[in-house]
């Protein structure tokens, strides 16, 4: 949890440095083609936003819908309180159903709960068949960097290397010859499996459905191929009804990737029927609360709407330039920045608020206007009244704070002030002279410390207006 040691290596880190930014023409350039083909951007923007809303206040009716019409549809519905309960519950159904081999399909809750890690000791071999997400399988279980696209932090020539070492094979350069070469290694897994584990993008309420949208195939065969399938997702994922899907829809593709819709998009409905051929017999639905219930009606509920489309990360130029490990835990960006401290603990991620510069080009881009500059700024304050920003930053505010209410005090210090940096500033050395004095040491390594103009500003102001 420590985003500032990591932002460091991450700054340091040449070959990273060069595949961050791919992020503008991969995200944000084909995001800006992608919204203007939708006359009513905006308006959609704002039926989005007020559905997630309407769902949130109801959101304990909505789920008890969609638990009553997915088990009508030969479901099971599971509650799982936290990550530990996410594990037990998927190692039960997999002993139940005399599973050896899972294949997994994307999905952030198991990332939440650590999941592979306990099936691997529950003695379940897990698969990751999502490329991005069977790359970093394969190394040694890195954590995904980006929530759409987990190997962002990668290049190909790094992939290429890897499959080489790890598939045993010769070392191939181009794109598609990885991707074939990764499809014949999981195309037998595919086949073995007894269950298949899965997120959900939307739950709709009143069909009892699970909405995946993806890229790949292997969404679909993760879903109905094995035997038993169990969807792991949020509950702040439920929708009421397919039309509040089709807005929604209009957005997710455009906001996360630039598409107007996504290679694969696939709505399941309940177990396999007699007169079916394809599906699960057995369909499992965990609905996950590990901190989202805590936030249904409180001043970070907006922080509930998100849909995961990854836009504010693509935007934000501290994701831009550090790259998602650095945060941490398995929500980077801006969003990130609110969920993991809401989610683990403001003590467990103090840096985060502050990893910000609040330009607010993430609450611009947000599909459903998520304000998050100001969430941000409210863990911020958060963190000042539970005393849990260091003593000097606390007294320094304290301090600025008393002499701004007394203005004739406030002109003196500052006057005082200017005129002490004119005097560290004499010659060029006063970088140096200031990072003695404690003052922004690390801020003065990279760039000078702005030279003082020689008046305050209240000097200048007062000038201005005698001579207007
Ligand atoms: S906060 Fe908004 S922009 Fe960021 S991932 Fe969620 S929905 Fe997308």
Redesign the pocket.
Known sequence: MHFKARAGQKLADVILQDNLKKAKSKFVDRRATAILDLDDFEATRDSATALRDRVLNDLDLWLEKFEQQAAKSGASVLWARDGAEICWLVIDIAHRHGVKKAIKSKSMLSEEAGLNQALETAGIQPVETDLGEYILQISDNEPPSH?IAPVFHKSKEEVSALFARTHHLPAKDDIQALTREAREVLRPHFLSAEMGISGGNFLIAETGSVALVTNEGNGRMVTTLPKVHVVITGIEKVIPTLEDLATLMRLLPR?ATGQSISNYFSLLTGAKQAAESDGPEHLYFILVDNGRADLVGGEFAEMLR???????MNHCPVYQAVGGHAYGWVYPG??GAVLTPLFTGMQNALDLPQAATLCNQ?GV????K?P?PQLLLKLRAKQVEAHLRPFGERLGLRAWAWLALHPALYALATRIGVRYLLWLARDGKRNDRIRVLGVAPEWTLGRDFPAPEGKTFRELYAARKETA
């Open positions: 929530i906001s998100c849909i995961r489309c990854g836009a504010c801006p969003m993430c881009v947000c599909p459903v998520i998050l």
